[in-house]
């Protein structure tokens, strides 16, 4: 094809358009999430879509990135972010019927910190079988406040992830008050006796999702999703290669849970962490956050 001299020389010496210049730089940015860390692993923001990625630019230095944008430089990165696969459902019901009602009736809400929580379990496959992992979430701001695995599936296990959680709040002074709505669904860890007695001991009031309704533990079944979906799965950012004992799953889970509540986005706190979120409502109810209010308080 014939080019004219003056044609080249223009083309060479033309500065590259804006928008060329704007898509190299959040290319760049798209980049750097694949750049491995020690132990072999990507950013975790790698597994974002489209509209968290969207939010996730704009927070990095990107404020009038598009959308359209985002989808169409991801696209030629290869970038699809995560596809949620199917759940394992793990509860087994108690025989003896007896358990307490569904206070919560599928409102899956809270007012403020500390007023429900939700709990539930699923199972992580090792080299010698099964790991367990529980979760408690605040529903507030969707936080896990508790977690904990087993290699047994126990009263002993659930009832320790909720003592974590209950400790975890009171030494980032954040305590919890007597009358906090505690919901599972009705597996038999939940609906033993021991567990219930825990529940009252602490001064915590008890409902259980009815028995054959799939939307009864919905809240913490997503994060659970959430959980096997981006810390387990084979290439997880969180992995650093083969689930073998319950020492690697204890790691994953840490650093999981830590991303997931202090840097993960999350679409229903409108693009904010869930630590973001509770800082807020601390920030716009007493003035400042409670650890600030304590040190100021001594002063």
Same mark, same amino acid.
């Given at each position: 094809?014939?080019?004219?001299?003056?044609? /080249?020389?223009?083309?060479?010496? &033309?500065?590259?358009?804006?928008?060329?210049?704007? %898509?190299?730089? $959040? $290319?760049?940015?798209?980049?750097?999430?694949?750049?491995? %860390?020690?132990?072999?692993?990507?950013?975790?923001?790698?597994? /974002?879509? &489209?509209?968290?990625?969207?939010?996730?630019?704009?927070?990095?230095?990107?404020?009038?990135?598009?959308?359209?944008?985002? %989808?169409?430089?991801?696209? %030629?990165?290869?970038?699809?972010?995560?596809?949620?696969?199917?759940?394992?459902?793990?509860?087994?019901?108690?025989?003896?019927?007896?358990?307490?009602?569904?206070?919560?009736?599928?409102?899956?809400?809270?007012?403020?910190?500390?007023?429900?929580?939700?709990?539930?379990?699923?199972?992580?496959?090792? /080299?010698?079988?099964?790991?367990?992992?529980?979760?408690?979430?605040?529903?507030?701001?969707?936080?896990?406040?508790?977690?904990?695995?087993?290699?047994?599936?126990?009263?002993?296990?659930?009832?320790?992830?909720?003592?974590?959680?209950?400790? &975890?709040?009171?030494?980032?002074?954040?305590?919890?008050?007597?009358?906090?709505?505690?919901?599972?669904?009705?597996?038999?860890?939940?609906?033993?006796?021991?567990?219930?007695?825990?529940?009252?001991?602490?001064?915590?009031?008890?409902?259980i999702g009815s028995v054959g309704d799939a939307y009864d533990n919905a809240a913490a079944e997503t994060v659970m999703g959430l959980f096997k979906n981006e810390a387990v799965t084979k290439g997880s950012p969180f992995r650093s290669g083969a689930l073998k004992t319950e020492s690697d799953v204890i790691e994953v889970v840490f650093g999981w849970v830590h991303w997931y509540n202090y840097d993960r986005l999350h679409s229903s706190l409108d693009h904010q962490t869930p630590e973001e979120f509770e800082r807020?409502?601390?920030?716009?109810?007493?003035?400042?956050?409670?650890?600030?209010?304590?040190?100021?308080?001594?002063?």
């Amino acid at each position: 094809m014939q080019v004219a001299a003056r044609t /080249y020389r223009a083309w060479k010496t &033309r500065l590259p358009a804006l928008r060329a210049m704007e %898509d190299a730089k $959040i $290319i760049d940015t798209l980049r750097s999430l694949k750049v491995v %860390d020690g132990k072999g692993r990507p950013r975790p923001e790698i597994l /974002y879509g &489209r509209r968290k990625m969207t939010a996730w630019l704009r927070r990095k230095g990107f404020p009038e990135v598009s959308k359209h944008t985002v %989808d169409r430089l991801m696209r %030629d990165e290869g970038m699809n972010g995560l596809v949620r696969g199917r759940r394992t459902r793990t509860t087994i019901p108690g025989k003896d019927g007896k358990r307490a009602g569904d206070l919560l009736n599928r409102n899956f809400t809270a007012s403020a910190p500390n007023r429900v929580w939700v709990t539930d379990f699923t199972y992580v496959p090792v /080299y010698s079988g099964f790991v367990y992992v529980a979760l408690v979430i605040d529903l507030y701001s969707r936080a896990i406040v508790g977690w904990e695995t087993s290699t047994v599936i126990d009263t002993a296990f659930v009832e320790q992830c909720l003592k974590m959680a209950l400790w &975890r709040r009171e030494h980032s002074n954040r305590p919890v008050s007597k009358g906090l709505l505690h919901h599972s669904d009705a597996g038999s860890q939940y609906t033993s006796i021991r567990y219930t007695d825990t529940l009252e001991i602490e001064g915590l009031v008890p409902s259980i999702g009815s028995v054959g309704d799939a939307y009864d533990n919905a809240a913490a079944e997503t994060v659970m999703g959430l959980f096997k979906n981006e810390a387990v799965t084979k290439g997880s950012p969180f992995r650093s290669g083969a689930l073998k004992t319950e020492s690697d799953v204890i790691e994953v889970v840490f650093g999981w849970v830590h991303w997931y509540n202090y840097d993960r986005l999350h679409s229903s706190l409108d693009h904010q962490t869930p630590e973001e979120f509770e800082r807020t409502y601390y920030d716009e109810n007493s003035g400042s956050l409670p650890d600030d209010a304590a040190h100021k308080t001594a002063a």
